[in-house]
């Protein structure tokens, strides 16, 4: 069974970190395409990184420069390291999986767009207070 469990949430203030970190189980972790995903109340789910099987990094426009995505694939780890926190950062983030061991899987899977991804985790909290 496919499991993915999201840690490192918390309540910080403006200009601190977090490092959020994602442990899967059930698959060969290297063969997937994995990600961050964030939802706000009232805002819609938005990609945050995504980082593909050969390593290729992707992220949106927000997060460039202060967050850093990386695995670890012989711990089956996905990283989120996010320096200079906003409070406009403040959601629930999400890991995310796609399996993309072949090139045409890989492709398929667009980076930062959720419904490519098949599988979640439940989710951790960032707050960020001003």
């Known amino acids: 069974q496919r499991q993915l469990e999201e840690s490192g949430g918390g309540s910080v203030q403006a200009g601190d970190s977090l490092r959020l970190s994602c442990t899967a189980s059930?698959?060969?972790?290297?063969?997937?395409?994995v990600g961050w995903f964030r939802h706000a109340p009232g805002k819609e789910r938005e990609g945050v990184a995504t980082?593909?099987?050969?390593?290729?990094?992707t992220y949106a426009d927000s997060v460039k420069g202060r967050f850093t995505i990386s695995r670890d694939n012989a711990k089956n780890s996905l990283f989120l390291q996010m320096n200079r926190l906003k409070p406009e950062d403040t959601a629930m983030y999400y890991c995310?999986?796609?399996?993309?061991?072949?090139?045409?899987?890989?492709?398929?899977?667009?980076?930062?767009?959720?419904?490519?991804?098949?599988?979640w985790g439940q989710g951790t909290q960032v707050t960020v207070s001003s």
């Open positions: 059930g698959y060969t972790y290297s063969t997937y395409c």
């Open positions: 995310a999986a796609a399996f993309c061991a072949t090139v045409a899987q890989r492709l398929r899977v667009t980076p930062l767009r959720a419904p490519a991804f098949s599988y």
């Open positions: 980082i593909d099987s050969l390593g290729t990094t």
